[in-house]
């Protein structure tokens, strides 16, 4: 079983549209979570950390259920420079080693 | 933000040659960097972690002989794909914490791989 699993999509939506996908994590001892992006062919960057009261940057609010060990990302307002592959990451704390789920496609349509 | 440099950004070569791609922390030092490696559609991977002064730890499934990683300096990590073949062909990605936030870990642009 894969360590981080991911809707992989692809989720095409309309300018102005919300769009929401999950992630589950299987390791229990998992102690931060994050969420990256991807453009085509570049580096991940840090979107946003994933607290469990949950938190909101802007547009984005990411949610943390530990019991149901599931990691949640919901865009509001779509931008068309919204569309990337988001990226579920999980990290334990004894060694800092991330695992990287394969990914959520979007598409932000004009 | 801290940033990470990759280098070459791009390369060719022929199977059987080596390819030594270099990851560096610009304004930062790192004794931990990690390298991973991300095939077409599929999610990046860990191969090992670099760390300074000391042998590089690999991860299951991956040929530390094959792999060679190289931590010269704090700000320096290196990686050599040797004997390389068609199936090492893939986008290989560094990223460096900063000590003492290791949740913040900076990724360089990744180095596109291609073995022929």
């Known amino acids: 079983r894969k360590e981080v699993e991911q809707d992989p999509g692809p989720f095409n939506v309309p300018e102005g549209a919300t769009v929401a996908f999950n992630c589950t994590y299987s390791?229990?001892?998992?102690?931060?979570f994050f969420w990256y992006r991807q453009d085509c062919r570049k580096e991940p960057k840090l979107l946003m950390s994933?607290?469990?009261s949950g938190n909101e940057d802007g547009r984005f609010t990411a949610q943390l259920n530990r019991a149901s060990q599931y990691i949640s990302l919901l865009i509001r307002d779509s931008k068309l420079s919204d569309s990337a592959t988001y990226l579920c990451?999980?990290?334990?704390?004894?060694?800092?080693?991330?695992?990287f789920g394969a990914g959520t496609t979007v598409t932000v349509r004009a | 933000g801290a940033v990470v440099s990759q280098h070459p950004s791009r390369v060719i070569c022929k199977s059987g040659t080596s390819v030594k791609i270099e990851c560096r922390s610009l304004?930062?030092?790192?004794?931990?960097m990690f390298w991973y490696r991300q095939f077409p559609k599929q999610s990046l991977m860990l191969m090992a972690t670099?760390?300074?002064?000391?042998?590089?730890?690999?991860e299951q499934g991956v040929e530390k002989d094959k792999f060679l990683i190289n931590h010269a300096s704090l700000t320096l990590s290196t990686l050599t794909v040797t004997s390389a073949h068609p199936e090492d062909s893939s986008f290989y990605i560094c990223?460096?914490?900063?000590?003492?936030?290791?949740?913040?870990?900076?990724f360089g642009p990744g180095t596109r791989l291609t073995v022929t």
């Open positions: 990223s460096a914490p900063q000590e003492g936030a290791f949740k913040e870990q900076y």
């Open positions: 390791n229990s001892a998992s102690q931060s």
């Open positions: 994933v607290y469990s």
């Open positions: 990451v999980v990290m334990r704390s004894n060694d800092y080693k991330l695992s």
């Open positions: 304004d930062f030092q790192a004794t931990t």
């Open positions: 670099s760390n300074e002064g000391s042998k590089a730890t690999y």
